[in-house]
């Protein structure tokens, strides 16, 4: 079986006292999920999360690997796919869908999110990204 890896993040930014997501939907197969890619030769996770939301989206993020959360599944036939996702605190920029692989995008409320996000398992990884994000100091 053919082992494949990408890592992202879910990219956030606060907004007084509560916390929106970016998503973005996927060209290739018009899902609705996290920036995320795969990783190329000599990276690191987070320097192929942090390249990945800069081209899918043109967004300055930091990334917070206090969390981080896996997901396996098999993309196709002989294919399994492991993705790593990060925290990533939105800095800057304005989003800019990058036309090859992201149709649109969205900052979305979290439970607007849990019902626009198309699979399981990303919903799985926002409900646990939400529980490492309300347990954070700063949320006081």
Same mark, same amino acid.
């Given at each position: ?19 929106? *997501?970016? %998503? ?10 996290? #920036? $995320?890619?795969? @990783?190329? /030769? ?18 300055? *993020?930091? %990334? ?10 098999? #993309? $196709?036939?002989? @294919?399994? /796919? ?59």
């Amino acid at each position: 079986m053919k082992k494949e890896r990408s890592c992202g993040a879910v990219v956030y930014r606060q907004q007084d006292h509560w916390v929106e *997501v970016l %998503l973005i939907c996927h060209k290739n197969g018009g899902h609705w999920a996290f #920036p $995320k890619g795969h @990783v190329e /030769k000599g990276e690191t996770d987070q320097q192929t999360a942090l390249r990945e939301i800069w081209e899918e989206t043109g967004l300055r *993020v930091r %990334l917070d690997t206090g969390f981080s959360q896996s997901v396996a599944y098999s #993309p $196709k036939p002989g @294919v399994m /796919k492991d993705v790593v996702y990060f925290a990533g605190e939105y800095l800057g920029g304005g989003v800019a869908a990058q036309e090859e692989e992201v149709t649109g995008t969205a900052w979305v409320k979290p439970q607007q999110a849990l019902e626009q996000v198309t699979y399981e398992n990303d919903r799985e990884v926002l409900r646990a990204f939400l529980r490492w994000w309300e347990a954070q100091p700063a949320q006081m």
